[in-house]
């Protein structure tokens, strides 16, 4: 089942041509990496799935739902995360996950019960009534994986999620990832750790706004005659011939 589909996705900004006529599918609870150096345009194109920048042409589908005719209900089913965490710091840890399944209107009964299963999950019961500001990095953002999926979306973008968070956090984070997969939820992820590429299901690079690979970290290995997903993404990085964007 085909939950996010792009078909000659297009974005432009005047002259520049931030993504340039992208297509690809993404299926129900696989994990898919969405590479890039920046500038790339992959940002832009994440926005443009999100329902949160119309594209100037092609069409895309998340969810079900038209990105450009119905924004609202693309929001409405998918979950979001950023590097910058988006998690109120003077709120303690049960509060942030009650604020979260009161905007996502889950009935209060119901966010009980989902704080208790997401504090078990995280192993942090005992810090329920820690304030934010005063957690780990890497608790944060593993604080900020459950709330982006506190609604059990169909899809949750993640958009850098582990920039700046040591190696050991970095692996915590990544078995949040393979659980909510395996609960059929598909994970879209943009990273710059190409170690983090290698836990994708399939990925795709961009380069100056156009997808050039797109497969299985395996095949795309084979393809390229690479050791790793590192000397790939520098050989096509080396294609770029425009700056950040």
């Not at 089942?1 to 974005?11: P, S």
């Not at 598909?186 to 983090?196: G, I, L, P, R």
């Not at 690979?213 to 425009?242: C, G, W």
Request: aromatic share 10%.
């Amino acid at each position: 089942m085909k939950v996010i589909e792009a078909e000659n996705l297009t974005k432009k900004f005047g002259q520049f041509v931030a993504v340039d006529n992208i297509s690809f599918q993404v299926e129900k609870g696989e994990i898919f990496g969405f590479l890039g150096a920046n500038g790339a345009g992959k940002t832009t194109a994440m926005r443009m799935l999100c329902g949160l920048s119309k594209p100037t042409s092609g069409q895309g589908k998340v969810a079900g739902f038209d990105i450009e005719q119905q924004p609202e209900k693309v929001k409405a089913n998918i979950g979001y995360m950023s590097q910058k965490f988006a998690l109120y710091e003077d709120l303690r840890v049960w509060e942030n996950l009650r604020l979260y399944g009161g905007i996502y209107g889950i009935p209060s009964r119901e966010i009980n019960e989902k704080i208790h299963a997401a504090l078990a999950q995280l192993g942090i019961e005992n810090e329920k009534d820690t304030m934010v500001k005063s957690l780990p990095l890497g608790w944060k953002q593993k604080l900020a994986f459950s709330t982006a999926i506190f609604h059990d979306p169909k899809i949750v973008f993640l958009d850098e999620p582990t920039g700046g968070v040591d190696p050991l956090a970095r692996r915590q984070f990544w078995e949040l990832i393979y659980e909510a997969a395996d609960r059929g939820i598909t994970v879209f992820v943009t990273t710059h750790y190409m170690d983090e590429a290698e836990y994708c299901n399939r990925v795709s690079v961009m380069v100056d706004g156009k997808i050039e690979a797109l497969d299985s970290p395996k095949n795309l290995k084979k393809q390229f005659d690479a050791k790793n997903m590192d000397q790939i993404f520098h050989q096509l990085a080396r294609k770029a011939t425009r700056g950040n964007n």
